[in-house]
């Protein structure tokens, strides 16, 4: 996992025209109201919104973990929409990885059994080769035999991080993985979900309400009432002025 692979030009999430409602009549929410975007291949793209805007639920669509009211979503270039329970799911584990606030590790486990878990639960078996590679990509391949308690809350979520990645998967879905970190520690995973997407073009969707997350991204797309209110793209910035603008930009919409 040391070599930099150049992202092929299709786009590996796409929504068109997708809308969701929760509830039915006088009791309806609309979280999506005809989204459109789609996102390309080794890229990082960060998603914004004020509480209520509908971002988690399109990251939860864009997974195929939510069916759309209306509209069609193309992931890995498979129209989920299409697809029944069975083959959604057995999409979501060739194709996606995720990780999310809480590390959900188990505890009694080690970081290498931690990482080759849900691929055991899926019926797929891991080699050690790809194990330690995985830990290896995220600097803990000297972790490996370590239990959860053992590592710092960083090192946890980057464990987190090996195991949606052994797999290889087109697209990484996390959501507020640095919610529940320090300042320092959320800085230092941040960096290896950079890097991920910088050496081994790996796509990557981000779900977070931290503009300081948000700035080591590619695009920072803004939802409003479950539509896209803005979307910018950044360049590098050592100066960290990426992250005062986007506090600018949603500020704006919480206005």
């Keep these: 996992m040391t070599t930099t692979r150049q992202a092929p030009a299709q786009d ?39 509480s209520g805007s509908g971002k988690s639920t399109l990251l939860q669509c ?10 069609r979503i193309t992931l890995a270039g498979v129209d989920i929409g299409q697809q029944n329970e069975r083959q959604r799911t057995e999409l979501r584990r060739d194709h996606i990885g995720f990780v999310f606030q809480a590390f959900n590790l188990v505890e009694s486990l080690t970081a290498a059994q931690n990482v080759e878990l849900p691929s055991r639960f899926a ?3 891991v080699s050690r080769k790809e194990v330690t590679a995985a830990l290896d990509a995220v600097g803990l ?19 987190a991080l090996a195991r949606a990645l052994v797999t290889r998967p087109d697209v990484l879905f996390a959501d507020e993985p640095t919610g529940a970190l320090d300042t320092s520690t ?16 790996q796509t990557t969707l981000m779900v977070t309400h931290d503009p300081v997350a948000a700035a080591v991204a590619d695009v920072v797309v803004f ?26 930009h949603m500020a704006r919409l919480e206005a």
Excluded: W
């Design 12 to 50: 590996a999430v796409e929504l068109y025209i997708v809308r969701k409602v929760y509830g039915a009549a006088n009791r309806s929410v609309t979280a999506l109201d005809g989204v459109s975007i789609s996102f390309p291949r080794g890229t990082f793209t960060a998603i914004m919104g004020p």
């Design 141 to 159: 391949g000297d972790r490996a035999g370590h239990r959860p308690s053992e590592l710092s809350g960083g090192q946890q979520q980057r464990v």
């Design 62 to 71: 864009a997974a195929g973990l939510d069916r759309p009211t209306e509209g």
């Design 223 to 248: 939802l409003k009432d479950g539509r896209i209110a803005d979307r910018i793209s950044l360049t590098r910035d050592p100066e960290g002025r990426n992250a005062a603008s986007i506090a600018t």
């Design 123 to 125: 019926g797929r078996r």
């Design 186 to 201: 959320s800085r230092d995973v941040l960096q290896m979900m950079r890097m991920l997407v910088d050496r081994e073009g």
